[in-house]
């Protein structure tokens, strides 16, 4: 029987998680799921934001639909999963965790900020999803697996290859240099935050698709750029090394 794996990449807005996910796209012995616990944060009965409250939740967003789901496409093939660990952090189970094998991408929050201002500036600081990653990386080192590996969009950026390889080296699959070039073409796993993705779903390759302006134009970037850092930082330090 193959042991079909659960592979999760944490992450944070604007930290190039979308593009890195845009490569397992081009692999064919996964299933994606783009965001899925996002729609239970947002948009269900158990939401934890009122973002969106003027739009009517819908049962099928439920915590438990979600897991049930992710579980059922494990059974036929595996499974990667992007999503923001601040979707799933009020939600997820130990018991779920533990099925997973937990990734995460960094980005330095001077560059990530910026970013995600410019797309919501009425981002709240939940919104910035650093302090949930730092808790979600040490709560599954808590549960005593191997430490998760980290990836920093940095290094994906400038090094696509060498991270792509050590990445799929580090989690026990296959490598192709092949994932790395794609044709443009629309992605039906990201039609619900198709706006958030506009570079990803016009990109070809990683290289040179992100840009790293670090410009904080406005107090609410600089203020939340600094309480997002000793986050980051932390995680920074457990890093993967690539040269």
């Known amino acids: 029987m193959i042991d079909n794996k659960i592979i999760v990449l ?81 939600y997820i189970e130990d018991k779920v965790l533990n099925q997973f094998e937990n990734t995460f991408i960094i980005r330095n929050p001077k560059h990530a900020i910026p970013s995600l201002y410019r797309r919501l500036p009425d981002f709240d600081f939940d919104e910035t999803g650093y302090k949930q990653q730092f808790e979600l990386y040490n709560r599954i080192v808590n549960l005593g697996r191997e430490k998760p590996i980290i990836i920093h969009s940095d290094d994906l950026c400038n090094n696509p290859e060498k991270t792509y390889a050590v990445y799929c080296e580090r989690i026990g699959i296959n490598y192709d240099k092949k994932h790395l070039s794609w044709e443009i073409k629309d992605i039906p796993q990201w039609e619900l935050w198709k706006e958030w993705h506009v570079d990803a779903l016009n990109s070809t390759n990683i290289h040179n698709n992100i840009s790293n302006n670090s410009e904080q134009g406005s107090d ?10 000793p986050y980051y930082q932390y995680l920074y330090e457990r890093k993967l090394n690539i040269e």
Not at 19 to 37: A, G, T, Y
Not at 43 to 49: A, L, P, V
Not at 220 to 229: F, G, M, P, V, W
Request: charged share 25%; net charge positive; glycine share 2%.
């Open 10 to 90: 944490w992450s944070v807005p604007r930290s190039c998680s979308t593009v890195f996910e845009r490569i397992f796209l081009e692999r064919s012995d996964f299933c994606i799921k783009h965001e899925p616990f996002s729609v239970t944060y947002y948009y269900s009965r158990e939401r934890c934001h009122n973002r969106y409250y003027n739009v009517k939740a819908t049962e099928g967003y439920s915590y438990k639909n979600i897991v049930q789901d992710i579980l059922n496409c494990k059974k036929t093939q595996s499974v990667f999963i992007k999503d923001m660990a601040y979707h799933a952090l009020p």
């Open 220 to 229: 609410k970037e600089r203020i939340t750029a600094k309480l997002c850092d």
